[in-house]
């Protein structure tokens, strides 16, 4: 008579050769940064086929020499983060790996490790050991000089025997895996060739006497970033000094110099490139969302909260959380995010539990935040935490020369779709470019640039008429008028209800907003209440003989 656990194995063997045949159509087509989440699902998947606690890949180069990335899955309720405890374990497993099998299997954790493995890792080490039981696979990836995947699945509890099948089936799915963390290794191996012959000719360039006139080439890497400024190579120099730490970045400059474009340059040249890097403007989300945003939240948390959901930081876990327009966040909330720069923990709004996460940040901001310090609107603690490793971008009048650069570059990109064909942009344009003062920065010049390609019909650049004035002088005017005539009426408004911004019949109901955004509003607009709406003068009381 078959027994249950014969009945179980095979059922799971059947659902999990189900998965690595899907794995195998879908894991292929993916390439480049998206290749890590990919193998995160993976593994949340095939570890829940296997009816296991923990999976973990192991990706190993120079022949075993260093370990490049890792991988692992565990079970909510048992915490991602202490899969990282068994890395030590199983990386000295794979440096001493003895005989031709690429399988090994362990029922019981520690006592059946080999005495190797033991002695080649920290005593402390042995009980922080997450597994107790597991079944291991060596992975040598054909073709890739160097890379070694080790696939390990495990138990954090119990032990157990694994049959022949269910090894198998971690073959299998590892060799899935490890075919695509392979692919991924073989095109960062092409980008950083391509950077380095990059490299090499800007070097040849510098060092060529009868090119000392010409540009001087990009630092080599940035290549989304137009320019050969002194004043653009300071910046880049600054962040590529960064980029390679854990350390936090500030971005310093006005609207429209880039800090998005070089937050992403910073990521791309990190050591969490393989991890996402995830956004977030602090000035484009009213008070009451931004805490929501950034930390989640759990189901019926709030009015609208039909599901839970994950917040900024648990999506940028292990890769980089870009912020920008910092010193717009609301004071009730820089304490919060104080407490994960320092202790990279939070709780999700609605929830109980803290939740640990590993993040990068980059924060970006136009504001002074020592006036914004000084004036009581900035979080003194907060600006030093932000404030490691400033760097400032310089506004487009400082960088004049970049700007026929920036011109080709905007032309390149956008004739194609607007069908034109533009080879010539005469110098009297390209003077006038120059000499505008640009208070837009790079995005005003992208926009000027694309209506004079709107406006030329020939292979020749043609301005807008009056275009550069009208831009100016029009932008100030319409955002000098829409806010005079919302700071106007808010402040009747006020004016109307005592300046009480709170309950019914109020300032923020008769606008229709929540207090926290129409406090958010006022501060936005400079909405001071300048002196105390003076009580009505006490009548003296008149007695009556």
């Given at each position: ?24 159509s879908?894991?292929?087509?993916i390439?480049?940064?998206s ?38 899955w ?9 899969g ?21 299997v ?19 080490a ?11 696979v ?26 022949a ?7 299998l ?17 092409l ?24 540009p ?23 962040l ?12 310093l400059?006005e ?9 992403k ?16 403007n ?22 609208d ?5 994950q ?9 980089t ?8 966040l ?12 320092q ?21 970006a901001?136009?504001?002074d ?5 000084s ?8 600006y ?31 004739q194609r ?14 003077d006038a470019?120059?000499r ?15 209506r ?26 319409d ?16 004016r ?35 002196r ?8 003296p ?5």
């Amino acid at each position: 008579m078959e027994t249950i656990t014969e009945r179980s194995d095979e059922e799971l063997v059947a659902r999990t050769d189900r998965l690595i045949a899907e794995l195998s159509s879908t894991m292929i087509r993916i390439e480049g940064d998206s290749v890590a989440a990919a193998v995160d699902d993976a593994l949340r998947r095939v570890g829940e086929s296997l009816d296991v606690d923990r999976c973990l890949i192991i990706e190993c180069i120079d022949n075993n020499a260093s370990v490049d990335a890792v991988f692992h899955w565990s079970r909510p309720a048992l915490g991602a983060a202490e899969g990282e405890t068994d890395v030590a374990p199983f990386k000295a497993l794979l440096d001493g790996w003895h005989g031709p099998l690429d399988v090994q299997v362990f029922e019981r954790i520690p006592e059946d490790l080999p005495v190797d493995v033991l002695a080649a890792i920290a005593d402390d080490a042995v009980p922080r050991i997450a597994m107790t039981s597991a079944a291991v696979v060596r992975i040598t990836v054909p073709g890739i000089d160097g890379l070694t995947c080790l696939m390990v699945v495990g138990l954090a509890a119990g032990h157990r025997t694994w049959p022949a099948a269910v090894v198998e089936r971690v073959r299998l799915a590892g060799g899935v895996l490890a075919a695509a963390l392979a692919r991924r290794r073989g095109q960062q191996v092409l980008q950083q060739s391509q950077l380095e012959i990059a490299r090499l000719r800007a070097q040849l360039d510098d060092d060529d006497a009868q090119s000392a006139a010409a540009p001087r080439a990009p630092i080599a890497g940035f290549d989304e970033i137009v320019g050969n400024s002194p004043a653009l190579r300071t910046a880049l120099g600054l962040l590529q000094e960064v980029a390679s730490t854990d350390s936090t970045a500030l971005l310093l400059g006005e609207t429209g110099t880039g800090k998005e474009l070089f937050a992403k340059a910073l990521h791309m040249r990190s050591s969490r490139r393989q991890f996402p890097i995830v956004s977030v403007n602090c000035a484009a989300l009213p008070p009451t969302l931004i805490e929501s945003e950034l930390f989640g939240h759990e189901r019926g948390a709030f009015t609208d909260a039909v599901a839970q959901r994950q917040g900024r930081f648990e999506l940028a876990h292990r890769g980089t959380l870009f912020l920008d327009e910092i010193g717009d966040l609301p004071l009730e909330l820089q304490a919060k995010l104080l407490r994960v720069l320092q202790e990279g923990e939070f709780e999700r709004v609605g929830a109980a539990r803290t939740r640990k996460v590993d993040v990068r940040i980059v924060a970006a901001t136009h504001r002074d935040l020592g006036q914004a310090v000084s004036a009581g609107d900035f979080r003194e603690d907060l600006y030093y935490r932000l404030n490691v490793f400033p760097i400032r971008l310089p506004p487009l009048r400082e960088r004049r020369e970049d700007i026929p650069a920036l011109v080709w570059s905007i032309i390149r990109k956008r004739q194609r779709a607007m069908h034109r064909a533009v080879t010539r942009v005469p110098q009297t344009v390209m003077d006038a470019l120059q000499r505008h003062p640009w208070p837009g920065n790079i995005r005003q010049l992208e926009n000027v640039v694309e209506r004079a390609l709107i406006h030329s019909t020939s292979d020749t650049l043609v301005l807008v008429p009056d275009d550069l004035e009208e831009v100016e002088t029009t932008a100030v005017s319409d955002a000098t008028s829409l806010s005079a005539i919302e700071r106007a009426h808010i402040e009747k408004i006020l004016r109307e209800c005592g300046w009480r911004i709170n309950g019914a019949g109020n300032t923020a109901e008769r606008l229709g907003m929540h207090p926290n955004t129409l406090r958010f509003r006022m501060k936005k607009l400079g909405i001071v209440r300048s002196r105390p709406v003076p009580a009505p003068p006490r009548q003296p009381q008149v007695r009556s003989s």
